[in-house]
Structures are given as C-alpha cells and as structure tokens.
C-alpha cells in the first residue's frame, strides 16, 4: 500500500503571498498532517519558458521564503515531468490545486490523471467572481491573446474534464453562498450538479478565511490612520489584456489620488498609510506616492488601526468589512475601463460609496463622514453571502476535517 499524503501544488513564484493569503491555512495543515508537500508547479505546465513570459515571472529564491513555512512542509521543485512521475510512483497524494483551468495547466491535470491522483480546490476568500471584460478594439492582440489562453481554456477544462479526458474536483470548498444559490436556481445547472457533471463533483460551503482572522485576531483594534489599498495600473493581468498604460496617465493618476488622500488626512486630522500586495513592486509604488509611507506585507495589521480605508480593487478589503471599519471605494479618471469596471464591483456588492478622486474633491468632510457611516449597516448582508456562514467556526476546520473524513 502506498503510503497518503497532501500535497499543494502551486506556483511559487508566488510563495511570499500565498504565506500571507493562506498562513493561517497553512498552520493547521501542518498541526493535521504528518508532512505537507509544496509541490512548484511552474515546471509542469506546457511551454514553462513562455508560461513564465506570459506570466511576468520573475527570477526568485524560494528557499528564503520556504524557511518560513512550518517545519513539517516538504518542498518539492520538479524540472519536468519525468521528475514529477518518479515522484509520485511510491505515494498517493490528495493534491490541493491551486494552478487554474488556463491551457498552460492542462499538462498538469494530465498529469494527475495518469497518476490517478484526486485534487480539492479551496477558495475560501470570500470574494466573488470577476466583474467581466470589456473588449477594446485597440488591443486586439493582447485580448485575443488573453480570451484564447485563459477565457476559452478556463471553459474548455471544464468540458475535458466532463468528457474524461482531465480529472475533476473531488471538492471545491467555497466561501460564496451566492454561486450555490445559483447553481440551485439554473435547471441546466442543478442538473449538471447532481449528477457531477460540473468541474466540481461536490461543492461545499465553509466560512472564509477572513472570518477565520477575525475570529483569531490579536490585533489591536483602533482608529489611527487612513489607510489606501493602493492598485498597480500595470499588474500582470491588466498588461496581459491591454498592454502597458501610458506613464503620463500612471503621472496623472497619481498626482490625482496624492491631492485627494492629503485632503482626507487634513479634514479628518489622520496620517495616509499606503499598503501594497505582496506582489506589487514596493519602489514602483514609492515612486509614484512620495508624500505618504508605502508598506508591503502589513496590510492586515494597517486595516485593524484604521479610521477609514480607500482601494480601488483590492480583496484585502473584507477584513476592513468584517470589522465594520468606513470605506471609500475609490477610481480614476485615468484608469482603463476594465480597470474603472473591477473598481466599481465591491462598492456595489458591499454597498460603500464609490468616489472618483478628480471629480469628487470637492467634499464637504462633515456630510461625507455621515453618508460613510450610514453605508456601514449594507455590511451585514455582504458578509452573510461570502463569509459567515455558520458563527464562530473556522473555515480551515471545516475544510480539514471534511478532508480527513473522505480521504484519510
């Protein structure tokens, strides 16, 4: 009998977020399991050198960050996928995956297929699904580019894996009553629900990751600041579809959301704090903000000291929801209409305003404070749909225990 194990397999590339995004995860796999594999997943996938292009992946040391995971996390780093098969061959692994349904993944699914190896997915962020695209003729290329690689794969997994030829989700484990609901609704749907026809064989609704912070926070809970949740005009996903943005734009953009934080900070006598992904590069957005302090990594512990938060697109924003904190959903004149688009989405999910920082500068800070309080109460609904959905329980416990019980 060949001995079971859990294993991730992601891309890390993006190891320093994913230990901010699933540290506390992390914590409990690790007191759950005798090992925990991190398997790279970048090496894996078709064509890795122009994956690696297509992605803007960078060169990085993943031993600095792998010192940071528990003691009990084993990685492993494959050069192709012979490595992978001589791997595998004396284990049976329950994969977490966390690499996507774009054309560079389906080598891997292949993979997991030949190994008859079962795979989860956790997506227990609380957030919902992408507002959509809006096609611009002027980036043809870069939008044929990205519709044909991520929108048109991302369904045909889907299809694949219903005919046979990829596996599918044992479990989707999810924090969005909403898509449940739906599901419920749709009788296409339904059908292909209860007879496994969907990407997931089963779906289950756990409480967010966010809701697990909360429950465990140690923070301190004040009023200090105002913190931004700052956007990068030029993330990967934003120049895969259109290309880079003009810097006189980026300039003016700045110089916009610069006079509007400063005057945040005098009417409300509170210092601006700008915090950043993990993945945003720090002296780029240094750069553009001179007049305020820009962190990275201490976005969490920011949002807890905070008197009112401002972002554009960002879903570090549920834990400011969570805690009921004051937001301003911010956007820019500047800003591509994808981008305006995304910005728009939380403030008409959660139900906070939405400010543009040129043409709404003109504030009266008294009437504005009072239309941001008032907007408080439309939290509750927002957190019942995609956070808490049973009270003081985690999601990870959830998610553990379920694993246990089906595969362990």
Not at 102 to 107: E, G, I
Not at 329 to 345: D, P, V, W
Not at 352 to 358: C, G, H, K, P, V
Request: glycine content about 2%.
């Amino acid at each position: 009998m060949k001995k079971k194990y859990i294993a991730i397999i992601t891309t890390l590339y993006e190891l320093e977020s994913h230990l901010l995004h699933y540290e506390s995860f992390y914590k409990k796999l690790s007191s759950s399991f005798e090992k925990v594999y991190l398997i790279n997943s970048m090496n894996l996938r078709y064509f890795p050198k122009y994956a690696k292009k297509i992605y803007f992946e960078k060169d990085f040391d993943i031993k600095k960050n792998y010192e940071k995971l528990p003691k009990n996390f084993i990685l492993f780093d494959p050069k192709n996928e012979k490595d992978f098969s001589e791997f595998v061959k004396d284990k049976q692994l329950l994969v977490i995956n966390n690499f996507g349904k774009h054309f560079w993944s389906l080598k891997i699914y292949r993979l997991l297929k030949k190994h008859r190896i079962k795979q989860v997915q956790i997506s227990y962020f609380g957030v919902f699904g992408g507002s959509g695209r809006i096609f611009q003729i002027n980036n043809f290329i870069n939008f044929l580019k990205f519709f044909t690689f991520q929108t048109i794969f991302n369904k045909l997994t889907v299809l694949f894996s219903s005919l046979g030829f990829v596996p599918k989700l044992e479990i989707r484990f999810l924090s969005n009553k909403d898509h449940i609901l739906n599901i419920k609704k749709n009788f296409l749907s339904n059908f292909l629900y209860k007879n496994k026809l969907l990407f997931a064989k089963k779906i289950q609704l756990v409480n967010s990751r966010s809701y697990d912070i909360f429950l465990n926070n140690k923070l301190p809970i004040t009023e200090d600041y105002i913190v931004h949740l700052d956007a990068s005009l030029n993330y990967k996903e934003e120049i895969e579809l259109r290309g880079k943005l003009d810097e006189n734009k980026i300039i003016n953009h700045y110089y916009h959301l610069e006079k509007f934080l400063s005057k945040l900070s005098k009417s409300y006598n509170k210092t601006v704090k700008v915090c950043i992904h993990p993945l945003y590069d720090l002296e780029e957005h240094k750069k553009y903000l001179k007049n305020f302090e820009v962190l990275k990594f201490v976005t969490r512990d920011y949002i807890y000291k905070s008197f009112l938060v401002t972002c554009f697109d960002s879903s570090a924003i549920t834990d400011a929801i969570l805690l009921k904190k004051r937001i301003i959903g911010l956007e820019s004149s500047f800003m591509t209409k994808n981008e305006i688009l995304h910005s728009r989405t939380y403030p008409q999910r959660v139900g906070y305003i939405q400010m543009n920082t040129q043409k709404n500068y003109n504030f009266d800070p008294k009437k504005l404070l009072n239309e941001i309080d008032s907007k408080i109460k439309n939290y509750d609904d927002f957190i019942s749909r995609y956070h808490c959905f049973e009270k003081n329980k985690e999601g990870a416990d959830q998610i553990i225990k379920t694993i246990k019980e089906n595969f362990f």
